[in-house]
């Protein structure tokens, strides 16, 4: 019966947490006392954020706990809030301030000067929440790193988490949002209202610098950020939307800080607090860091969309974020960002022993490209090449293949092939080796003088790019056979086969870095 209780109670609660607020019929708030399964009273809180922030909620039932307290104990007087007209009144005096101008401006700034290459955008607002304990001992660990950095415990954290997004997405610039509870005056922490405002702050590092920098350039973009806490998001977001023609939020990832202790707060010693989830995230990934339980835990909270996030996603995040944490504690002041590994030593043992597996039997009598027919023969609809956003099955694949190959009038001999990243590329390695002579990749991002050594060294008959390549590099004084694939090949491409024709055992030949002497080419067989 008391475990049926238990759970009708946790029912009751999480319905009445997931309801809506009427916002033009009912007040913002909704109060119920109720009694648990072993006899305890509980007090059931529920606020819209249009009228209380986190630090008005603790404040609230501080007050409520005292009030209690006094009562029972029969001690008089009562804590009386200031009202928050006061807070109104300097928001209109501040908004019509040189400061405020000031403050847009810094963030405007900020904002147009950085790109924020993470997007996790969704318009869907269903979420779930995960929660972890972070023990003893690590929480005091962070702490003392803390203390010799000169930081808060916020700023570990967002520094954390700029490093786990930043390697993850393989990113360099990142906003994140960040609350700040914008109340500056002791007479407003004691006002009852919605004062807290989350405001951007940019993450932007290269990976080659060091520890010491970035938790140095970490606290300044705080610190900055901090004395224009008055600046209101909306302005921010509305100013920098009109200058650069774009919508939307600034940041998809928020991180809170709650330091809430209502034990220690309220002259009443025996309580308990229990923090519900709505259900419905307006940030994609909002991580929480808790300090409330008045012990020297602490306590990391994943709240997300599930159309961005899964469960395992988050379970991963955590893992790594935690990893990286360990790094960052270790780590000398001139250790590199990029010294700071996001793989674990699982993740490399995956990688290396398990995804590297790739050893496979195959007909040894075959050359490339006739298993490459026949798979194209065997399954000519499937996917056989993708790059961003375009697609060729198997038939299409061999009908551009067969297209560029129909190009070259010679075999056994060299062909250059400088493409960037894309299709083109594949279908270039695949002509050539059709067409009975070998290639030779050569980046084009390479200096002049060893894109030329190379041609000239491998004697090369023929060179494809997919882009117009830099005029520097004066490709025409050694090759006057240059074929652009991305303008030659057919749009169908080529229905009839082409012959594949007699190989010899090289398949293509790949040069060196060149950093004892000149680049030198190793052959690489079919076999």
């Not at 509980?42 to 006094?70: P, R, S």
């Amino acid at each position: 019966q008391q475990e049926d209780r238990k759970k009708e109670l946790e029912e009751w609660k999480k319905t009445q947490f997931e309801k809506n607020f009427e916002i033009y019929e009912n007040p913002l708030y909704y109060m119920a006392i109720f009694e648990d399964e072993e006899s305890r009273i509980g007090i059931f809180a529920k606020f819209h954020h249009l009228i209380l922030d986190g630090w008005g909620i603790q404040a609230t039932l501080t007050a409520i706990t005292t009030e209690y307290h006094k009562r029972v104990n029969k001690i008089e007087n009562s804590m009386i809030f200031n009202s928050y007209e006061l807070f109104m009144e300097k928001e209109e005096e501040y908004l019509k301030s040189s400061r405020f101008q000031r403050d847009l401006s810094l963030f405007k700034d900020m904002v147009l000067e950085h790109e924020n290459e993470l997007n996790l955008y969704s318009t869907e607002t269903k979420g779930n929440r995960k929660s972890y304990n972070i023990d003893k001992v690590m929480a005091n660990n962070i702490r003392n790193k803390m203390k010799e950095l000169g930081i808060s415990i916020n700023i570990f954290f967002c520094g954390l988490m700029y490093a786990y997004l930043s390697k993850y997405h393989q990113i360099n610039s990142l906003f994140i949002g960040v609350p700040f509870i914008n109340r500056i005056s002791r007479k407003e922490k004691n006002i009852l209202g919605m004062f807290s405002n989350t405001l951007p702050i940019m993450f932007s590092f290269e990976q080659d610098c060091t520890i010491e920098e970035f938790w140095e350039k970490v606290k300044h973009q705080f610190r900055n950020a901090m004395f224009a806490q008055r600046c209101p998001y909306i302005e921010v977001l509305r100013e920098t939307n009109n200058a650069n023609g774009k919508s939307g939020a600034l940041y998809d990832v928020c991180i809170n800080y709650y330091n809430t202790d209502l034990e220690k707060a309220s002259l009443e010693r025996n309580i308990e607090y229990q923090d519900l989830y709505s259900g419905h995230q307006l940030y994609a990934l909002q991580q929480i860091l808790r300090e409330w339980s008045g012990e020297e835990k602490l306590d990391l909270v994943y709240d997300y969309k599930e159309s961005v996030f899964s469960e395992a996603d988050i379970e991963y995040m955590h893992e790594h974020i935690l990893h990286l944490a360990k790094q960052f504690l270790e780590a000398e002041n001139e250790t590199k960002l990029c010294d700071i590994k996001l793989a674990m030593p699982e993740d490399m043992k995956q990688l290396v022993n398990v995804y590297n597996h790739t050893s496979a039997e195959y007909p040894k009598d075959k050359t490339i490209m006739e298993l490459f027919v026949q798979q194209c023969m065997e399954t000519p609809d499937n996917i056989a090449v993708a790059y961003e956003d375009v697609e060729l099955s198997y038939s299409q694949l061999l009908g551009k293949v067969n297209s560029l190959a129909r190009k070259f009038d010679f075999k056994n001999q060299n062909v250059g092939i400088i493409t960037y990243h894309s299709i083109e590329s594949v279908i270039s390695i695949l002509a050539v080796l059709l067409s009975g002579n070998t290639y030779i990749p050569i980046d084009p991002a390479n200096p002049k003088d060893r894109v030329h050594y190379i041609l000239e060294n491998a004697d090369i008959q023929a060179l494809l790019v997919n882009e117009k390549l830099d005029e520097s590099l004066e490709l025409y004084q050694i090759c006057n056979h240059i074929i652009r694939v991305d303008e030659e090949l057919d749009i169908q491409g080529a229905k009839e086969q082409v012959e594949i024709q007699q190989q010899s055992e090289l398949a293509y030949i790949i040069y060196t870095s060149g950093t004892t002497g000149k680049p030198k080419g190793v052959m690489i067989t079919q076999q």
